[in-house]
C-alpha cells in the first residue's frame, strides 16, 4: 500500500539524507518515506549554514565524528555521482584559525592534548608567529592562536543534493508534504498524520526535522530540548582587500570571518530568543560587529555590508550537541537532531551511526550511545569547550 513504509523520516535535510543513503547503502531492505514541508528549502538549516568542518572539538566523541565526516567529505564527490556525474561540493581546505587571549589560551593547549592523542592535526601559534601567518590583524591583545589545517568549509546545498539524489536513485522516497503530528499507540510508533489530514503508516519514525524537531516531538508528548536559535551572517566587501585567503577565524570576542571568494562572511554568536525569525539586523553589524571587526584589523575600517542571511540552529539548548538514537519511551521513535553550530560537519557520520542502530540494534562504526536522549535525565551531560 502507497501509505506504509517500513521506515519514514521527518524532514528532508542533510539529516535525513545522510541517514536514508547510509541505510540504503549498508543493505537496508525496507521501504523508506522523507517527509520534507518545502521542497525549495527556502529556509531549512542546511542551505543556510556556512558548510565549516573541522576537527578541532574537545570531546572524544566530537573528534570522532569529525574525522569519520572529514573522510567522507573528502569523497563525497565521486561517492555520490550517478552514472559518471560528480556531485561537486566546492570543498574549500583554508583552515580554521582560532585566535587566543591570555584567557583562553590556556583552555584551548588543555584540548590540544586530547586532539593530538586521537590524531587531530592542531598548530599553536605564539603571537609573533599568528601576526606573521596573518599580517593584517591586530595582535596586540594575543597570546597566540591555534591553526586547523585540515579544517574549511564546502557547499551545503550542493552536499544537501548530492543526498537527496543519490537517496532517489537508490530507491528513497522523498514526499513533499507537511508532517502535524507523529501518530502512537500504546507507546509504540504508528505512522504520522500530514497537515493534508492524510495518514501514512510506519513501525519506525525517525525525527530529522532539525530546528522543528522539537515542536514535532511534542505531538507524541515527547519533550526533546531542541528549540530554534537564529544565526545571523554578513557579507562585506573591503575596500583594502587582504593579502591572503581568510581561513575561518574565530576571534576571542565570539566574532568569526572568512573569505568568500573576493568578499569577507561575518558572523557573531548574540543571544537572541528562541523564534522563528530569519530577519537580518543590519543595525546589529553596523553597531555591534563593525567596530569590533576594525579593532581586530585596519582592513575592515571601510567596507560595504553587501548582503546578509539568517538561518536557525536546532539548539540543543542543554548541552549543545546532537541527540541521537531511540527513544526509550517509546518503541520505533528515535531521533537525530541538537546538532546547534556543527551539524553539517558531523551529518556524514551521524547517518551513519543512526543507520547502524537501526539495523543493527548496537552503534558499530563510532559508539554515539554517549549522545543519547537519555544522557539529559542521567545528567551525563557532553562537554564541549569548542562550540560556538
Ligand atoms: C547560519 C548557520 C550557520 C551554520 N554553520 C554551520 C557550519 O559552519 N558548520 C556546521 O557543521 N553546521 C553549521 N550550521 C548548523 C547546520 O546547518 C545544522 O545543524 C544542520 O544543517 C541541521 O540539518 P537538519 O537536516 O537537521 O536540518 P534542516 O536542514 O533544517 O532540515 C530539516 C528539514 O525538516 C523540514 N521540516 C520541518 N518540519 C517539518 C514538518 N512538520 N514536516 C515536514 N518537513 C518538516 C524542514 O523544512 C527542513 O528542510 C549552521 C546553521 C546555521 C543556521
Known amino acids: 500500500m502507497r501509505n506504509r513504509f517500513d521506515l519514514i523520516i521527518l524532514g528532508g535535510g542533510i539529516m535525513a539524507g545522510s541517514l536514508a543513503y547510509n541505510l540504503l547503502k549498508d543493505g537496508y531492505t525496507g521501504s523508506i518515506a522523507i517527509f520534507e514541508k518545502d521542497r525549495t528549502y527556502e529556509y531549512s538549516s542546511t542551505p543556510r549554514s556556512e558548510g565549516g568542518i573541522r576537527q578541532t572539538f574537545s570531546t572524544e566523541i566530537n573528534i570522532k565524528m569529525s574525522q569519520y565526516s572529514y573522510q567522507v567529505y573528502k569523497n563525497f564527490e565521486k561517492e555520490m555521482a550517478i552514472d559518471g556525474d560528480l556531485s561537486l561540493i566546492d570543498f574549500k581546505q583554508h583552515g580554521y584559525l582560532y585566535l587566543l587571549n591570555s584567557k583562553t589560551l590556556p583552555i584551548y593547549k588543555e584540548i590540544m592534548k586530547i586532539q593530538e592523542s586521537l590524531g587531530v592535526r592542531a598548530e599553536l601559534l ?22 586547523d589545517p585540515d579544517a574549511g568549509n564546502i557547499d551545503p546545498y550542493s552536499v544537501l543534493q548530492g543526498y537527496v539524489k543519490q537517496v532517489k536513485n537508490m530507491g528513497g522516497n522523498y514526499i513533499y508534504q507537511e508532517v502535524q503530528a507523529i501518530l502512537s499507540e500504546q507507546q509504540k510508533i504508528t505512522g504520522v498524520k500530514l497537515k493534508n489530514g492524510e495518514i501514512y503508516y510506519a513501525p519506525v519514525v525517525v525525527n530529522a526535522a532539525g530546528a522543528w524537531a522539537g515542536e514535532l516531538s511534542q505531538t507524541i508528548g515527547l519533550d526533546i530540548p531542541v528549540k530554534p536559535l537564529r544565526r545571523q551572517l554578513f557579507s562585506v566587501d573591503t575596500k583594502k582587500k587582504f593579502q591572503n585567503h581568510i581561513p575561518f577565524t574565530f576571534d576571542p570576542t565570539g566574532l568569526h570571518f572568512r573569505s568568500e571568494g573576493s568578499k569577507v562572511v561575518v558572523g557573531w ?55 541521537i538514537g531511540g527513544h526509550p519511551s517509546m518503541e520505533g521513535y528515535y531521533i537525530i537532531t541538537g546538532f546547534s553550530g556543527h551539524g553539517f560537519q558531523h551529518a556524514p557520520a551521524a547517518g551513519k551511526g543512526l543507520s547502524e ?32
Request: proline share 4%.
Open 126 to 147: 605564539n603571537q609573533k608567529e599568528t601576526k606573521e601567518f596573518f599580517p593584517e590583524l591586530n595582535v596586540e591583545d594575543l597570546e597566540g592562536s591555534v591553526f
Open 269 to 323: 554568536a548574540n543571544d537572541v530568543p528562541y523564534e522563528y525569525n530569519f530577519r537580518l539586523e543590519k543595525s546589529l553589524f553596523e553597531d555591534k560587529i563593525w567596530p569590533v571587526l576594525a579593532e581586530r584589523s585596519p582592513n575592515f575600517e571601510q567596507l560595504k555590508l553587501e548582503r546578509g542571511w539568517a538561518g536557525l540552529y536546532d539548539y540543543n539548548y542543554i548541552d549543545h550537541n546532537a541527540i
Open 357 to 388: 542502530l537501526i539495523r543493527l540494534g548496537k552503534f558499530e562504526t563510532i559508539d554515539m550511545s554517549a549522545l543519547s536522549v537519555e544522557r539529559f535525565a542521567k545528567n551525563q551531560l557532553i562537554l564541549e569547550t569548542a562550540v560556538f
